[in-house]
């Protein structure tokens, strides 16, 4: 045995002249403290003469750290979005992996600064909750051709990268069909702003249009959309909620005599519901009122909100998962060339019937 003695920080700051704090932060790069060039040379070249290496667990800390998964939402408030962030949280924990969420409450602006922080974040996957604004697309794309991208999106979207899909026409022509199968002609459908921009809510609406334009009662629907500026505004924990309220309100003043309302989401359903019970009217006795995302909220006893399922938990899971099997690919070669490959997973959405849909008044048995 050499006896040779193990060079600890100790004796490398006896060496450079410094104290054992200042060794400590200098080799493991706390850059968070201020150092002068001439302290940080002396003390690297006191390591360097002496012998010292790092030790292995501050590297192994230091790997931990890059494990980071980003997350994009448009909207927390709703908890559509939470159900997602849920599912995509408990795949990537069990993983190993950290999220970064980045809420850009639907704002060029919030989108395109976390956009510009990719490159200093590093993160090993990205997981977009709904379709990137359109003037980011390519922004998008080219990110994914560096690192996994899975994107949550709207059916018919044109996006060459990795997807959960959502049909939300298809949504609608379940919501629509339910409606007529039990004999309401006369219906209003309420949402939120159908702007250019958020096509997913739009595409919605027109599933639900066509099926009601195959009975020959498309003249029968009332679209009751909110205001555009409404999207330009930082959402709050009921701005869905007030819009069901509100919109609800008008169009009982409006006396159109519709027999079922219908929530673009269960948010705006509750709007729907609170509206109507002030106004007295009962439901489904007066009016039947149908959501979608089937919530929590939803499924509570006093609710009882029908609705559409369609598996959010899920959807978040299975993008955790396609940037777990793409990160695999990109570290096994297949002959020196790099797998290419794109998944893309739909769930079939199921009518979850409740309490706040019955027959219309006049066609009750």
Known sequence: MSGKKKVTSTDIARAAGVSQSTVSMVLNRKYNVSFSKETVEKVEKAARELGYVLPKRK???????????????SNLTNPYYVMLLQGIESRAKEQGYGLFVCNTQRDLKMEERYLKMMKSL??????????????????????????????????????????????????????????????????????????????????????????FEKAGLKDQVVIRAAAEELDQDVAHIDSEYLIGYELTKELLEERTEVTAIVGLNDMIAFGILDALQEAK?????????????????????????????????????????????????????????????????????????????????????
């Open 59 to 73: 590297l192994r800390r230091e790997s931990r750290g890059e494990k980071l998964l980003v997350v994009f939402c």
């Open 122 to 211: 590093k993160p090993l996957g990205i997981i977009y909750t709904c379709n990137p604004s359109h003037c980011f697309m390519d922004t998008v794309e080219k990110l994914a051709e560096e690192i996994p991208v899975v994107i949550v999106n709207n059916q018919n979207e044109r996006l060459n990268v990795d997807a959960v899909e959502l049909d939300n026409s298809k949504l609608g022509r379940i919501m629509a069909k339910h409606l007529l199968d039990l004999g309401h002609k006369k219906v209003a459908y309420i949402a939120p702003p159908l702007t250019v921009r958020q096509k997913q809510r739009s595409k919605r609406v027109e599933g639900f249009l066509k099926e």
């Open 281 to 365: 009217l009962k439901v489904p006795g007066d009016i039947s009122v149908m959501g979608c995302d089937n919530t929590l909220f939803a499924r509570m006893h006093k609710v009882s909100l029908t609705t559409i399922e369609h598996f959010v938990i899920f959807k978040g899971r299975d993008a955790c998962d396609i940037i777990m099997k793409k990160i695999a690919s990109q570290r096994t070669k297949y002959y020196d060339i790099d797998p290419i490959s794109t998944y893309h997973v739909e769930y079939e959405p199921k009518l979850i019937q409740r309490g706040t849909t019955s027959y219309p008044r006049r066609a009750k048995k």
